[in-house]
């Protein structure tokens, strides 16, 4: 199956400085990425949509300015966490969706982000 | 207004027993309904899926019932192995009509098969 490579997989940061989390899409174009957060037993929550050439769409509730997101191609997404702070310690995890109705979703292993 | 209700939060189940996990949508636009396994610390992987013009899908050891009616969509994983011991989701999206394939998580079903 399609592979979805997320990186790193844990990265520990001091409180006000910037993140960058990776999410390639192995082998297929992904005009569509997501990215998620997700909370100790909790869902996965979608904090945005990644849309390959043109501006990321966010959530209700999500900062866009502290959750940068570029996706320069139609392979790679990358998640910036500007001006980290504790409470932006969580599990992010990006998916990419093969596109067509039914179109299968693949996940990346996740991210840990601790901000000390 | 969570639009995918599933339940239980948590299930204990016997090895080789049965595990019925339920989900409830609201909106009858979705057209695709995958369940997905999460390990602790990794991502969800895909189990099943299915679309609302078939009532049961099975692959393996798991199996979709889908309700169109009722708006409900089960996952049965039978023959339960500690391995299958995981967080459990279900999931929906409108994928017809120009949608983004944005999917709609349940809360999750945290699964232990005692040995």
């Known amino acids: 199956g399609a592979v979805v490579s997320q990186h790193p997989s844990w990265v520990i940061c001091k409180s006000g400085t910037s993140v960058k989390i990776e999410c390639r899409s192995l082998?297929?174009?992904?005009?569509?990425m997501f990215w998620y957060r997700q909370f100790p037993k909790q869902s996965l929550m979608l904090m945005a949509t990644?849309?390959?050439?043109?501006?990321?769409?966010?959530e209700q509730g999500v900062e866009k300015d502290k959750f940068l997101i570029n996706h320069a191609s139609l392979t790679l997404s990358t998640l910036t966490v500007t001006s980290a702070h504790p409470e932006d310690s969580s599990f992010y995890i990006c998916?990419?969706?093969?596109?067509?109705?039914?179109?299968?979703?693949?996940f990346g292993q996740g991210t840990r982000l601790t901000v000390v | 207004q969570q639009q995918v209700k599933q339940s239980p939060q948590s299930l204990i189940v016997q090895k080789g027993g049965i595990s019925i996990i339920n989900c409830a949508y609201e909106?009858?636009?979705?057209?695709?309904f995958p369940w997905y396994q999460q390990f602790p610390g990794k991502g969800p992987a895909l189990l099943i899926a299915?679309?609302?013009?078939?009532s049961e899908k099975k692959e393996g050891r798991f199996t979709i019932s889908f309700n169109k009616s009722a708006k409900q969509f089960s996952l049965h994983i039978m023959d339960s192995q500690p391995g299958d011991s995981a967080t459990y989701f279900c999931?929906?999206?409108?994928?017809?009509?120009?949608?983004?394939?944005?999917?709609?998580f349940g809360k999750g079903t945290l699964l232990t098969v005692n040995p």
């Open positions: 998916s990419a969706r093969k596109t067509g109705v039914g179109g299968e979703a693949f």
């Open positions: 082998d297929f174009q992904a005009t569509t």
């Open positions: 990644s849309n390959e050439g043109s501006k990321a769409t966010y």
């Open positions: 909106n009858t636009a979705f057209d695709y």
């Open positions: 299915i679309r609302p013009d078939v």
């Open positions: 999931a929906a999206s409108m994928d017809s009509g120009g949608s983004n394939y944005k999917l709609t």
